[in-house]
C-alpha cells in the first residue's frame, strides 16, 4: 500500500492533472490526498470552491486538505516549503503528485518549486500536466481507461470552473487522455514527466535507506571482495 | 508476473547496464530472458565469450537467446529489427531494457535504435547506461541495494572483459550505482531513461488495449453524457 | 501563392501528419505536392497501395509523386538526398513538410534527414508527427478546425491500413487535433516542430537572398555609416 | 492585419530584440504597439530616456506605452500579469513578442513570465534575444534584410545606452542579424522562439476558437460519421 | 595566474560542489576567493556554522566573505545581485563558480540566478552540482585525484552537518567524483556545467575585450580587404 | 604543449569550423594535424582541392592528413572509426576537434558520431559549428580577435568553394565569429558545443589514469580513514 500526496495551487487542478490516476490508486488500496494549496478565489464565478472541491475530493475517495493560501500569491518561499513539509509528514507520503515547473500560471510555477523542495528527500515525484503547461516530456503513464469516466465525474464536481473558465475545457481533456494513451500504446492515459521515480519490482530483502549504517558497511567488504585487484 | 526481455549489443553489456535489476526481477518472480546480439568478438581477449555470456546468464535467473549479428556490424536495418521483434514474440514481453540511444558506439547505438522499432508496440520501453553513453538524463530508478553484490558477481563471469578492457571498471559501477542511489535519494540505484513507461497501479478492471472495439464504445457514451453540451 | 512539397516515407504518413494542412494550403491556393518515398509495400493487406495513394492525393487537392524507393530499406544517403533534390526543384519547393527526425520507424528518420538534406538551402522546413514518432516537441501550429474531416476523408482512402495497421487510429487521430488545438488555443490543430521557418509578414521591398551582392554592399554602407565609431 | 505587441523590461529592449520586425510589420500595414514595463532608470547616463524611447518608437511606426514598473524590481506576480493583460486588451494583440525566458537579467526573466501568463490565451507568442539571454534556440525567423538600417536608426535614439552600456553593441546587433540570416537561409534575420506560433494559411471559412459551441457540434457528428466502428 | 570566485550559499555548498577544483586552483598557483552568501542557520544542529567555514577555507587555501543575508530567504532580486556584483569586483574575478540553475533548494536557485546577473559581463561562468541539484548535464570536468582526499579534509570541517544532514554524505561524493571521472575518462573528477567557458589556449596577443575600439577598426580594414566582392 | 586533432569531413569544414583556434594553438606551441576524410571531390568547380587544402593547412601551420575516403559517402562504420584511431594514435592527440553531431549533411553527422567512437577514451572532444549544423548550444569558446584575419586568409585558400559554394560565404563567418564573441563577453569566438572537456588547472601531481591501480588503492585508504564511520 502506498500513500499518496497529490498537490494542486488550485481547486480543480488535481483533478485536471492526475484525478483519474488517484482513482486507480484508490481502487489499488492505496490512502490518497489531496493538498489544495489556495482557495481559488481568484477563479470565475460565485460559487464555494471549497464545497465543489469536496465533493470533488469525495468522488475519487480521497482525504481533502487545505493549504491555506491566497489565489495568485504563492510563491515558493520557506513557509510555503514548511507548508508542504507538514502534510509530507503527516500523509506519510512516498508518491508526490504536482504541477510541471515550466507553467505559464505562477502559482503552479510555485507549487511545483516549493514541492520539490519539500520532497527533497522522497524518492517519487511526479509531475503532471495543466491546461497551462508550457514545455512538457511524459515519459510515465498510468493507463486511466477504466477511470475515465471518475475522472470527468470528478471534474463535474468543479461546475463552477467547467462554465465559466477558458482553460477548462472537459471535451479536450478526454481528447488529451486519449492522445497520450496513444503515445502510451494503450487506450487512455494520464502523462507525467518524473523529476525521480523509484519502481518498486519487488519487496526487496533488507533494504536500507542509508548505505553507511552498520549494515551498509557489511556490504562494502561484500563489494570490495568483488572488484578486481 | 512479468515478461522482461533486456537486450544487449554485446556480452557484459546488460550486466553492466542493469544486472542488479534482472536479479531484482528474478526475485520477483518475473521472467526474464537476455537477448546478446553480437558474439562481441571483436573485444580484447581470446577467452570464449559466450561460456562467460552463459555463465553470467546463469547467475542472474535468466535465459539467454543469442542474436548471431556480427560484432561491430549492427545496424538498424529491417532484418535486425525483424530479428529482435521475433525475441519480444517468444518472451513474450512486456518490458524491455536497452541501450540508450545516445552512445558513442556504434552497435550501441543500432541496438537502441532497432530495438525502438521494433518494440513499438510495447508500453514499456526503458534505457540503460553503458561506459560509452553520452548524454543520459535517467528519471526511473531501481532499488538495488541488495543486489549489487549480485550484480558485480555476474560481471566478474565476463573475466575477460574485466581483465582487459578499458572500458569495463567494477569499482566505477559501483560508484555509478552509488551516484544514482544518491539521486534517487535511497543507497544504491540502476538508472534509466524510460522512452515510455506505463505505470501498473493495480490490476486494472476490464483494461482494453484498442478503445475502439465494442467495449469502447459503451465508454464513448458514458464519456460523452459527461462532457458539457 | 506558396509552392509546398509534403514528405512522406509510406503511403498515409503525409496525410496522418499533415494532412488537414496541406488542404489549408490548397484552399488558400496554394500548389501542393505530395512526395511519397516508398510504395509501402510491407504494410498489412493486400490492397493496391497506390491506387489508395492517388484517390487519397485527390481529395487534398494535390499533386502526387513517387520516390520508388522500397519499404523499410530508406537511407539517407546521397542517393535519396539527390531524389528528393530533384523533387524540390521540379516542384520549386519554398516550404518543405516532412517527418519529425526522432522517430522509432527507421524509414521516417531516413526521410527526416535526407530531406533535410536535400532542403538545406531551403528557408522553411517543419516536421510533423507520426504515431511512431518519439520525442516531438511542437511550437508552430495550423488551425485545421475546418478541415477535420477532409483529413478524415483522405485518411480513409487508405483503407487498408485503417483496417488493419495497429498504428493508424482514426479517433487518435482526432484527438491528438483537439490535444494540439487546446495547446494552440485554437479549436483543433496539427502540430510542427520547425527546423526553420522564415514567416512572411509582407513582401519585403528589394528582398536579396545572398548579401554579397552588388546591393548587398550599399547596404553595408549604411550599415557602416549607422554604427559608433 | 495584424495587431502586435512587444513587450520590454527596458527602454532599447524592444528595438534590440525585435526593432526590425516591428518596422516589417507597420510595412505590412499591421498595427504595432510597444510596452515598456519600466523607465530604465538605473541603466548608465543621465538622458531622458523617455524620451529616447519616444524617438525610437517613432521611427518604427509604433504606439508606445509606459508600464510605469521600476528598473530591476520586476517580478512576475499578479499585478504584473493584470497590467500586461490590460495592454494585451486595449491593443487587441493576436501576436506578442516578448523577452526570452531564460535571461540573466532578473527584470527580462520576469517579463517574459509575466507576459506567458498574461497572454495564456493567445496564439502567437514570440520570444525575442537579448544580450543577457541565456540559452535560446531559435527556429522561427524573419528577413529584416530590408529593414537592417531601420533597426540601427531606432536603437541610435537610444545614445545613452549605445554611447554607455557595455551591453548595447550595434556592431554586434549587426553580425548576430547576419548570422541568423545564414542559419535562416536568407541575408539579414531576427530569430524568434516561439511558446507557440499558430500560421495563417489562409482566412478559414468559419473559423470558432471553442469547439464546443453549437458549431462545433455539427462537426462532431460529421468526425463520428468518419471514424471506424 | 587567475582570480578564481566560489559563490555558495550555505556553508558547506562550495566545499560539496567544487572543494577539490579550489584546491587545484590554488595548487596552481591561483587565488582563491569563498562567497558564502548565508550563514546557513537553518541548518541541523546547533555548531558555530561559521567557524566551520572559516576551517574548511582555511584547509582550501582560499580567501572567506560573508553575504551576510538570511538562510532560506535568498532571493535573485536586485540587491543580491549589488553584492555578488561588489565581491566580483573587489576579487577581480575572471572565473566563477556557482550552483547549478536547476536546483530543489530555493536559496541555491537564488544564487544561481543572482550569479548569472552579477557575472553578466565574466567570459568564465561553471555551475557545480549540490546534493539537490535536479537536471545536470555536465560537460566541463577538473581531474581531482590528486586533490579527492583534500576535499574530504575540507568537508570533515563541517561536522555539524555530516553529522547531521541528510543531504550531506561523503561516501556518495567519492562516488560521483568516481562516476564524474569515469565520464571524463580520468580517475576522479569534479563536474560543472558551464554557462560560459573561455578557453585560454596562450596569451593572445594584443587582445581586446571591445572590437569597436580603434584597434578593432584597424581589424576591420584587414577582414574587408579579405572578403569576396 | 597539447598534440591537437582536427576532423573534417571535407577540404574547408575545418577551416571553416575552428580554422581561428587552430592558429591560436600554433602560436601556443601546440602540435596541429588536420584529417581530412574526404576529398571533397562532390564540391562545385573543377579545382584541385587537394591543393587548395594543402595551401591552407600551410597558413595554419598545421600538419595534414588524407583519409581517403570518398565524399557524400562517409557512414560511421567500423572502418571509419578504425581509420580515425589510427591518426589520434599517430597524433598522440589529447584534444579533438571535429564537426557537431546534429547537421543536415551525412558526412559531418559521420564523421562526428565516427571520431566520438574512435574518441572514446578521450578526455577532450570539442564539437565545432559547420553552415549545414542544426541544433548547436555551444558553451566554450576560444579568443580569436587576433587570429580572425588568418582564419580568412585560410579559407581564401578554398578558392573553388568560396567561390561557388552556396554555403560558403566569409562575411557570414566573420559575422558568427561577432556573434559568438558578444555571448562569450569578448570580441571575436569560435564556438563549441563539448561532449566532454577535462581543465588543466595546473600539472597535477602524480596524476594517474586509473584508480584501480597500485597508487589507487593507497587513495583508496586515506579515502576511507576520512569516511564517517
Redesign the interface.
Known sequence: MRNVLAIGAHPDDIELGCGA?LL??T????RVTMLVLTGGE?GPGTANRHTEQRSAAATLGASLRWGGLVD??LT???AT?KLIESFIEESQADLVYVHAPDD???DH?AAA?AA??A?????RVLHYQS??T??F?P?????I??H??GK??AL?AHASQ??LS??V????V??????W?????????EAF???????D??P?????????SSA??H?SE??AA????
Chains 1, 2, 3, 4, 5, 6 share one sequence.
Open positions: 490516476t486507480a490508486h481502487a489499488a488500496g492505496d481568484q495568485c500569491t515558493p518561499d520557506a516549503v505559464s500560471h505562477q510555477r518549486a520539490l523542495s520532497g527533497r528527500r522522497l524518492s491546461p497551462s508550457l514545455s516530456n515519459t510515465v503513464f498510468v493507463d481507461t477504466a475515465l469516466t470527468l465525474v463535474k467547467v462554465e477558458a482553460m475545457e472537459p471535451d479536450a478526454v481528447a488529451s487522455a486519449r492522445h494513451g496513444a503515445q502510451a500504446r494503450i487506450g487512455y492515459a514527466a518524473p523529476t525521480r521515480m523509484v519502481l519490482l519487488a526487496a530483502p533488507g533494504r536500507r535507506t542509508r548505505p553507511r551498509g558497511r556490504d561484500a563489494v568483488l572488484l578486481p585487484r
